[in-house]
């Protein structure tokens, strides 16, 4: 939407025009009870003179709004005033001076009425008031602006606190990982899971950068954590993705939205040979993507205190404006992720 200094200059020759009808008025309500009494050469001088004095006031209407959104943007109301009156009183100067010249030729004008020097004042104040509020809403729209930038740089900040929570929690857990594959001294599966941990860790670390993301960049994460986990839990731990082609690059979603959800199930459950874990990712028909597992809860209660799902539910707010859903019963945990 444009401001309201910006719409007025493009529409200067209409606003102007409008204002122009608007303060010669009076004379156009007298030209028919002119014409009864005026024939002839008379009627023609005087119809020439009217269209004189609308061209004229045009004009200056023109000028004096261009003078105060471009000279003045930023004048108060008293000096722009004082400006105006300025312009519009040499501006009658000039009108009048033409007007009494035609005069001495013996056609009648009203170089000296009220009407017109009543003209010149609504001139000098509607010129005034059109540049003043142009000032105050610009104000206001600055204001507005600047606002939504800080609030921007706020929500922008935090969501980098919150990604940041992130990052140090699964380092350690992939730590663990690493040492196994070494104490197995498999050298080739040990390079492969370096391999991906590191664009993993590409994926995490750039995330500071970004906000929402499509949905395909999030499950391209979710393979390179899929062989990091694979090879922790000796294929204990698979993974299930549902979701069209079609929809991966439309759907967006906060970054690192999986992440949480998928280290949740390896922290809280029971992940052996016993208690194969597969978690699941499909998108249900409401535009969700619902990411759950089964629940294998460990015999004793987990050193965590529910940060990463918390995590979360701030980052869709901040984000999206949407809340998340979680559902949970003795089997299946569930969590549904709006999507936008």
């Known amino acids: 939407m444009d401001s309201f200094d910006i719409y007025i200059t493009r529409r200067l020759t209409l606003v102007s025009l409008i204002s122009t009808v608007f303060i010669v008025y009076p004379n156009i309500a007298c030209i028919p009870w002119e014409l009864k009494y005026i024939k002839g050469t008379d009627l023609v001088v005087l119809l020439s003179f009217f269209v004189y004095r609308f061209f004229f006031f045009w004009g200056l209407i023109s000028l004096l709004i261009r003078y105060n959104l471009k000279k003045m943007p930023d004048a108060l109301f008293k000096q722009r005033l004082m400006h105006n009156f300025l312009f519009s ?8 001076s033409i007007s009494y010249g035609v005069s001495s030729m013996g056609i009648r004008t009203d170089a000296l009425g009220s009407i017109l020097i009543f003209q010149f004042f609504v001139t000098c104040f509607l010129c005034t008031f059109i540049g003043y509020i ?10 507005e602006q600047e606002i939504e930038r800080l609030r921007f740089e706020n929500l922008q900040s935090r969501c980098d606190a919150l990604a940041n929570q992130i990052n140090p ?8 990982g690493i040492s196994a594959l070494i104490r197995k001294k498999n050298d080739e599966k040990t390079l492969m899971y370096v391999h991906e941990l590191s664009d993993t860790f ?9 906000g929402l993301v499509s949905l395909r960049e999030e499950l391209e994460f979710v393979q390179s954590f ?33 992440l949480p959800l ?26 969700e993507l619902v990411v759950s597992n089964p629940v294998y809860p460990k015999l004793s209660p987990s ?20 809340q998340i859903r979680i559902e949970c019963d003795e089997d299946i945990f569930r969590v549904y992720l709006p999507l936008k």
């Open 169 to 176: 929690h699964f380092f350690f857990n992939s730590l663990n």
């Open 89 to 96: 009183f040499v501006a009658y100067l000039l009108y009048a």
């Open 226 to 258: 899929q062989y990091v986990m694979e090879v922790r839990f000796a294929n204990k731990l698979v993974f299930s993705v549902e979701v069209e082609e079609g929809q991966q690059d439309l759907l967006r979603l906060p970054v690192l939205s999986l």
């Open 262 to 287: 998928l280290d949740n199930a390896v922290v809280h459950n029971q992940i052996d040979s016993e208690h194969k874990m597969e978690v699941s990712i499909v998108l249900n028909e409401w535009g």
């Open 303 to 322: 050193d965590t205190n529910g940060t990463g799902l918390k995590n979360l539910e701030s980052r869709f707010t901040l984000l999206m404006n949407k």
């Open 134 to 143: 142009s000032m105050l809403y610009s104000g206001q729209r600055e204001k």
């Open 202 to 210: 590409r994926y995490i670390l750039q995330s500071d950068r970004k």
